[in-house]
């Protein structure tokens, strides 16, 4: 599982980049200061917890437990919540559709999801001792 989360996170990672580019060139032309920053937000999250889930997928060659996986997993759709939610509101606010814009209530299950990851990467190494 270790190395699905890795290559989970490198093809992410890519992701993170490229979208990271779009925002700051192509994205700048056509959208509000309020969208990008959005937008951007999302890019930001994304990177970060690309290394989260890199990170789970180095601990769990020696921390294998569940509560690892739980955190892998949760980095995963953390990522797709939270960032998802916020490059559909981007996009929602590029073409004006602001009968959409409820996509943002989506935002804080993400954030949740990238807290308990976090909280199962502790406990994951808490309750798991290499010998």
């Not at 890199?54 to 294998?64: E, K, N, S």
């Amino acid at each position: 599982m270790h190395k699905l989360f890795l290559q989970i996170a490198a093809m992410l990672g890519a992701v993170s980049v490229a979208f990271g580019a779009f925002g700051a060139h192509a994205l700048k032309r056509m959208a509000s200061d309020a969208a990008v920053n959005i937008f951007e937000t999302g890019v930001r999250y994304q990177f970060y917890h690309v290394f989260a889930l890199a990170m789970v997928g180095i601990l769990y060659r020696d921390f294998t437990n569940k509560w690892m996986l739980w955190a892998g997993n949760l980095f995963i759709v953390g990522m797709l919540l939270f960032c998802g939610s916020l490059y559909l509101l981007t996009y929602f606010k590029v073409t004006d559709r602001v009968n959409l814009n409820w996509v943002g209530a989506i935002t804080p299950l993400g954030g949740l999801a990238f807290i308990a990851g976090w909280v199962c990467i502790f406990i994951g190494l808490y309750k798991t001792t290499l010998v």
